[in-house]
């Protein structure tokens, strides 16, 4: 989501007739766009912010800092950072440019409307329903952008059908909770509406999303995702927690089994679904039967990848309010360490047997001198003896090694 948002800033200063700078040190403006989900990322931001407090004192650099730091009131922010010229709630791109033209004594007449690239990338995100109605008591996300909004489907349309003039071969659709997209429109209307309404863009070759609730997953979205030839067979659902006792603390709507349920459902319906998952470790009062039942549950399953992360404290969530953090960093670290071992196994298991068969990659880009690309199923693949003639094409190779984390692959 913060790609998306920077990219539509970037257009818009681009607009104004800057140029980027790729070192900070010598940039007259700085827009920083930020993600706090975990401690280590406001983290980043906020040493950031002390150096850059020390380049301003040396030059006139404007500094703006949007995305979830900004809070709703930035008044202790600006007290805290009075360095910053600018606070922007994520999304604001119009008062971000608006405030930076104004700066440089210029107009912004054109250049805050329909802020999609001139020359796109084969693969983009385009946001579709922001914010979230949720309210998991880990989570910050509802309070720093909101509840659940939802883009018009026209808007949307026209907005890939943009991109997919410009060159751009794959979208992947973003919210977070993506699942949830259209309930709040007028008409109502869903994802699967949505994928079949794109579906038929001429030159628009996949269709990917992110990210899923379990309980948004239905049983019409499932079909979708096996009817429709441009949708790829891979899916993000978070399970966060493998007891119950700890999913209820987190508000999270559903119990193992039925977590378990909608595994099932899903890979009765799409046999080669990829399938992908997200697990909080160390959450307040994990035991380590509660960690276990993590741990089963994900022998149980066999997930494809797993985003796995220690619990942090997040000002302003029902959890950093009423429940104490008594999980030891040490444990964490210890509990997050055996996730990781355990899927590298997993994942090194899947691929094998990926050995000597034949999959599409669409050719993204060039890595440490080795092109790469992903499958339908979202497999990291580097193929062999190609040049940068075959970026942004779909090209049929075949598995010649693999390792945990991606496949490599010979054109066929």
């Known amino acids: ?131 979230c109605d949720k309210f998991c008591t880990f989570c910050v996300i509802p309070y720093r952008r909101g509840r659940e909004t939802s883009k018009p489907m026209d808007q949307i349309f026209d907005e890939i059908k943009q991109l997919v003039d410009n060159g751009t071969k794959e979208v992947t659709l973003l919210g977070q909770n993506v699942d949830s997209y259209g309930h709040d429109l007028n008409p109502k209307m869903d994802l699967s509406d949505l994928m079949h309404n794109i579906h038929d863009i001429s030159k628009l070759l996949r269709i990917r999303f992110l990210t899923s609730h379990p309980n948004d997953m239905s049983i019409k979205l499932i079909n979708t995702i096996k009817d429709l030839p441009k949708v790829c067979k891979c899916i993000n659902l978070p399970f966060q927690a493998g007891s119950n006792r700890i999913l209820a603390n987190m508000r999270r709507g559903y119990t193992r089994d039925q977590f378990l349920r909608k595994i099932d459902q899903i890979r009765n319906i799409i046999p080669d679904v990829t399938l992908t998952t997200d697990l909080i470790v160390g959450f307040p ?71 000597n068969k034949f999959y599409e990659v669409l050719i993204e880009g060039k890595n440490r001198d080795k092109y790469y690309g992903r499958t339908e199923g979202d497999k990291l693949v580097y193929v062999e003896n190609l040049n940068e003639t075959f970026i942004g094409q779909i090209l049929k190779t075949r598995i010649i090694d693999f390792s945990p984390y991606s496949l490599i692959a010979e054109k066929n």
């Open 1 to 131: 989501m913060n790609v998306a948002d920077s990219q539509r800033v970037d257009v818009g200063l681009k607009r104004l007739g800057l140029d980027e700078e790729k070192n900070i040190e010598d940039a007259d403006i700085v827009v920083l766009n930020t993600c706090v989900v975990r401690q280590s990322a406001e983290d980043t931001a906020t040493g950031l912010l002390g150096k850059l407090a020390k380049q301003k004192k040396r030059k006139s650099t404007f500094i703006c800092v949007t995305g979830c730091m900004v809070e709703s009131t930035t008044k202790t922010l600006a007290e805290r950072f009075p360095q910053v010229d600018l606070w922007a709630k994520p999304q604001d791109t119009p008062k971000i440019i608006e405030n930076i033209a104004d700066f440089l004594d210029l107009s912004s007449d054109g250049c805050v409307e329909n802020l999609i690239p001139e020359k796109s990338k084969f693969t983009e995100f385009v946001p579709i329903v922001q914010g």
């Open 285 to 355: 009062g994990e035991t380590e039967l509660d960690f276990l039942d993590s741990i089963n549950l994900l022998k149980e399953v066999n997930f494809d990848k797993v985003h796995v992360a220690a619990y942090s404290e997040r000002k302003g969530t029902f959890a950093f309010r009423q429940i104490e953090d008594d999980i030891p960093q040490k444990t964490k670290r210890e509990r997050l360490n055996e996730v990781n071992k355990l899927q590298d196994t997993v994942q090194n298991n899947l691929n094998s047997k990926y050995l």
